[in-house]
């Protein structure tokens, strides 16, 4: 499924089950990778809801479905360059969400490999993130230890999805497997 806009990471055991659970609330397909899932959900937005709500009523759903991360922002890339131009320019548009604010970046890759350093992307992007923060008059700061948000990235191949989550959400959304 090339034009996904939620990612699952599944249990091995679980596959056929987390299918079915998430089949419920969007289209679901194997993307190829291993325990990886790509979902087409109608409402990304509401995706986590339903999907707590599921969670609510039987907890051992946790069980099949290990994280479940919807995007507010995609972008395609072909190169790390163009990544890390529409990963910039995708976060820019959230920058009010990080404005004042403890955050730090999380990349979760999928394809891309040797092209595409997570740890190093994540890096620049914080950096990028800063500088733009410090540019607005409003400064933010990287931190690990109980961040105000986290800028989540999944990719699976050259496409990317992004979201900004504050911790109220991150504890709401346990399973959205940021760290």
């Known amino acids: 499924m090339h034009d996904w806009n939620a990612v699952a990471t599944v249990q091995t055991e679980g596959m056929a089950e ?29 995706l986590l809801s339903e999907f707590a709500t599921m969670v609510e009523s039987s907890p051992g759903v946790v069980n099949f479905v290990s994280h479940l991360m919807a995007a507010q922002e995609m972008f395609e ?20 969400d990080l404005r004042g604010r403890s955050f730090h970046v999380r990349i979760h890759r999928r394809g891309m490999k040797g092209t595409l350093s997570s740890q190093q992307a994540e890096r620049d992007l914080d950096a990028a993130l ?27 191949d050259s496409r990317a999805g992004l979201s900004v989550w504050t911790r109220d959400e991150l504890r709401r959304f346990p399973f959205l497997g940021v760290d």
């Not at 529409?86 to 959230?94: C, G, I, L, S």
Request: proline share 4%; aromatic share 6%.
């Open 77 to 96: 890339f072909d190169s790390l360059e163009e990544f890390e131009t529409k990963a910039r320019e995708a976060v820019a548009a959230r920058l009010s």
């Open 130 to 156: 800063i500088a733009a923060l410090q540019a607005s008059g409003e400064p933010g700061r990287i931190s690990f230890e109980d961040p105000d948000a986290i800028v989540q990235i999944e990719t699976i």
């Open 18 to 46: 987390a299918r079915r659970l998430l089949g419920r609330l969007a289209k679901v397909e194997h993307t190829g990778y291993y325990h990886v899932l790509a979902l087409k959900a109608e409402a990304p937005e509401r």
